[in-house]
């Protein structure tokens, strides 16, 4: 079973920066993978995806502040927020996505979260 492990939430301060971390595991190799967040009574929205062949896609709202990559081997997918602002705040889901080996078929799953605060 595919399990998503993220780590490197917490709080800090405008115009800090965080890095968020999530390994995949379960299956040998992922597709797309990156994150989204979500905001306190908002949907959930695109922060970043990075293919496995490196093609990225930025939300735009976090365009030349976040940074995203990944490891192939390692099968981790990065996240680097700088300059963070008060509306970055919100809980900060990984994705991935994979093939199955024997069908084909495509999957694709959220990890459980993690919260980024980011206090004025």
């Known amino acids: 079973q595919v399990q998503l492990a993220e780590s490197g939430g917490g709080s800090v301060q405008v115009g800090g920066s965080l890095r968020l971390s999530c390994v995949a595991s379960?299956?040998?190799?992922?597709?797309?993978m990156g994150w989204y967040r979500q905001a306190p009574g908002k949907q959930r929205d695109l922060v970043a995806t990075?293919?496995?062949?490196?093609?990225?896609n930025y939300g735009e709202s976090v365009k030349g502040r976040f940074t995203i990559s990944r490891d192939n081997t390692e099968n981790t997918v990065y996240l680097r927020m700088n300059s963070l602002e008060p509306e970055d705040t919100g809980v900060y889901y990984c994705?991935?996505?994979?093939?199955?080996?024997?069908?084909?078929?495509?999957?694709?799953?959220y990890g459980q979260g993690t919260q980024v605060t980011v206090s004025s």
């Open positions: 990075i293919t496995n062949s490196g093609s990225i």
């Open positions: 379960g299956t040998s190799a992922f597709d797309t």
């Open positions: 994705y991935a996505q994979w093939t199955d080996d024997t069908f084909g078929d495509r999957y694709a799953k």
